[in-house]
């Protein structure tokens, strides 16, 4: 998946339940799938919410700053 785990994915398209479910199976939260999230805030300010949702999953699941 060139590169990125399906946690990482979720996250750069801002796919906030599926984040949740992924962490809830036990995904290792990294700061890549952090910085994705952060990418694709960026990249459509329409989707801020989904994203802050995600960075907020992300950070409960442990992912630092």
């Keep these: 998946m060139k590169g ?6 979720a996250a750069a398209f ?3 339940r599926m ?3 992924l ?3 036990g995904a290792a939260p990294t ?4 910085n994705e999230a952060r990418a694709g ?3 459509s300010s329409k989707a801020t919410e ?3 949702l995600v960075v907020d999953a992300l950070h ?3 992912v630092k700053d």
């Design 14 to 16: 801002g796919q906030v």
């Design 50 to 52: 989904k994203y802050r």
């Design 4 to 9: 990125k785990t399906p946690l990482e994915w």
């Design 23 to 25: 962490l809830a199976r």
């Design 31 to 34: 700061a890549k799938a952090l």
């Design 19 to 21: 984040v949740r479910q």
């Design 60 to 62: 409960a699941a442990g």
């Design 41 to 43: 805030a960026k990249r």
